[in-house]
């Protein structure tokens, strides 16, 4: 099955055949394109053509929250969650939207999470950036906790791949073929870090260095005192608590095992 167009598009389509044996090609033609980036399928229709006419398979992770919504490239929960809608109406020339998320911005306020992991807190924990540094040290709140951990956060990311939105690196790292899932906690974000945040979902700018903590897992479950909103690609499902889960190999794509782009 070949699909040609963006990020929504090819969601559609893959959401269908998710379990299944037919490989999914896909010809890049959306703005971001982030399953083909993270995927290294060539921009240029030509060599994507030429990639599928090749007929490599690759077999993939997919996400799931509460065992209904699939994602392919990553959800979000909190304030990333209602943001991305309003970055989703500047991308289609609404520009009174920027408004809406200034002022969400400016009343935004950090939230407790309680991230229930399968595996204990130790095994999870990945590192912590403070700036473009990562801290050299593994907390040690975190080698003495047992599955579970409560963070105060901006928003928490949960990634199949590396990539959402406007190419935004929000799980540094993640990949897709490893049968796990990436989460990135966003950390003592000011006002206008968030701002810039947002301009970065919406117009694909950005220039600020995030303050995060990362873990990865099979299954993770995020509760709050506060209902906060949840997105998977883009898309609101709801609001915590909700259960991330990793499908390991649970979607065929034609490309290359390696993950070499075709020259164009």
Known sequence: MVVAGGDGTVREVASAIVGGKVPLGIIPLGTFNNLALSLRIPHVVD????????????????????????????AGVGVDA????????????????????????????????????????????VRSF????????????????????????????????AYYGSNFTVCPGALLDDG???????????????????WSIARGQRAYNPKLEMFTAQSVEILSRR????????????TTPVRFRA????????????????TP
């Open 180 to 198: 796990l899932l990436s989460i990135s906690v966003f950390r003592d974000f000011s006002k206008q870090e968030l701002i810039r945040h947002f």
């Open 130 to 161: 403070r700036g473009v540094s990562p801290m050299s040290r593994r907390r040690k709140r975190f080698r003495k906790a047992k599955t579970a951990v409560r963070l105060r956060c901006s928003f928490v990311a949960v990634g199949n791949g």
């Open 227 to 238: 209902s906060l909103a949840v997105h998977v690609d883009g898309h609101p499902i709801g």
């Open 82 to 125: 209602e943001m991305f809608p309003i970055g989703e109406a500047v991308k289609s020339g609404r520009f009174g939207a920027i408004w809406r998320a200034i002022r969400l911005a400016l009343g935004s306020s950090q939230e407790t999470v309680r991230l229930r992991f399968d595996r204990s807190v130790a095994e999870a924990y």
């Open 47 to 74: 060599a994507a053509c030429d990639l599928i006419e090749e007929g490599a398979v690759r077999t993939i992770d997919v996400g799931i929250a509460d065992d209904r919504h699939y994602f392919f490239e990553a």
């Open 247 to 262: 499908l390991p190999k649970a979607l065929r794509v034609v490309a290359r095992p390696d993950g070499t782009p075709t």
